[in-house]
């Protein structure tokens, strides 16, 4: 069902409901054979939130497509991330509060580390400082591009946004970032004739970023990807009628959150300061997305260990949001990073879903392999999460007569 035909069916309730994205949360057997981050961590609170409620396995995009974190979370927040497209750019200015115009195309930076030969050895940089990044920012705003405006404002720790205004830019540019290290930054290029503007612009930012960093080791150079100008599309208020809030540490889910109308609400850097903010703000808004990163991260470094600490770190911390006594709750995360392929990848995500309406199956704990025999299903659409909340939180009216 898409959004314009479920928002007739909309109606509406005192409940409340919290999607905790615990990112990365999916993985593989560390060891041929044995658990997964998941399956390892101890999570006695989650496990019985799964056995009291219903539980399975969701495609955040589409059978082996690997999903960005974008499309991710468009999907949990029930957009169809086929129709619903936007480039990391965008989402990074709008997590910092960056005012972006109709003449903007944003970019999502890098900083990152090249040996002699320009090859890429660190795609970020070593996860330099957020006060470095500050610095080498302060150094990239002294180039000026005849025509066009260039604004570089920092994100957070190696990541930082670019944005370019002036007439005539189009946003169909290939990403500089190959994914990979090993491999020289890719030169950016047009989709069409509407994009050499920007392309010509992108490749002089940069022969001009590569001069101003060269001493700079480890971030010696940047890389750049999602171009894009920011959409209008409906609003998460005006199609499900709630007053939605974002509780995130990264600047960018705090944009993909504001994209679609929440509201983001400032809170500190742990798993606990998140839970705080919470409890903080309940009785003013009755959807609340709660987003753990440090999950994500840990996967994409390799490191299983830390993964399952920060699962257990959530785990432990739940409880202060059970005493809140929610009507819905859901559990998920926005793509699978197994540290075993330091990266995102397309194996579908654990999912729990807990209200009093539910129909528990027989999931007895919260891990991948049991996950698979649950009552959603090996491969719920990620986007069909969102109305099955409003369901088991009695916000949808009868469909038809």
Not at 287 to 298: E, I, L, M, Q, R
């Amino acid at each position: 069902m898409d959004l314009e035909m479920l928002q007739p069916l909309v109606r509406p309730a005192e409940t409340k409901i919290v999607l905790l994205v615990v990112d990365g949360l999916g993985g593989l057997p560390v060891e041929k054979g044995g658990a997964t981050e998941l399956e390892a961590a101890a999570t006695p609170h989650l496990d019985r939130l799964a056995a009291a409620g219903i539980c399975g396995l969701q495609q955040p995009v589409a059978a082996g497509i690997t999903p960005g974190s974008g499309p991710g979370h468009l999907a949990l927040f029930g957009y169809d991330p086929l129709t619903y497209q936007v480039g990391r750019g965008v989402l990074s200015a709008l997590g910092i509060g960056f005012d972006l115009t109709e003449r903007d195309i944003a970019a999502r930076g890098n900083f990152c580390t090249v040996d002699g030969d320009g090859r890429v050895t660190d795609r970020r940089a070593g996860r330099i400082s957020t006060p470095r990044n500050s610095e080498l920012c302060e150094k990239l705003r002294r180039i000026s591009l005849a025509g066009v405006d260039v604004f570089v404002e920092t994100v957070k720790e190696h990541r930082f946004l670019l944005v370019l205004r002036g007439d005539g830019l189009g946003e169909g540019i290939t990403d500089t970032d190959p994914q990979s290290t090993g491999r020289r930054p890719l030169d950016p290029e047009p989709a069409g004739e509407a994009d050499r503007k920007t392309a010509t612009t992108v490749r002089r930012f940069l022969a001009e970023a590569r001069n101003i960093l060269a001493d700079h080791h480890p971030a010696n150079m940047v890389l750049l990807r999602g171009f894009s100008r920011k959409p209008r599309w409906p609003s998460m208020p005006d199609v499900y009628g709630l007053r939605a809030a974002a509780i995130a540490v990264y600047p960018m889910y705090r944009g993909v959150a504001r994209l679609v109308g929440m509201e983001s609400l400032p809170n500190g850097e742990s798993v606990l300061d998140e839970f705080d903010t919470l409890k903080e703000h309940w009785h003013h808004y009755d959807f609340f997305y709660v987003h753990v990163k440090g999950t994500d991260s840990a996967g994409e470094d390799g490191d299983a260990r830390r993964k399952q600490e920060y699962i257990e770190a959530v785990d432990r911390h739940l409880p202060r949001l059970l005493d809140l006594r929610p009507d819905v709750i859901v559990v998920t995360g926005d793509h699978s990073t197994p540290s075993r392929m330091r990266a995102h990848s397309w194996h579908p995500v654990p999912v729990l879903l807990w209200s009093e309406y539910c129909r528990p199956d027989a999931v007895p704990a919260f891990g991948e392999r049991h996950c698979v025999t649950g009552g959603l299903g090996p491969r719920l659409p990620g986007r069909d999460l969102m109305p099955l909340a409003m369901a088991h939180a009695l916000r949808l009216e009868k469909f038809g007569a």
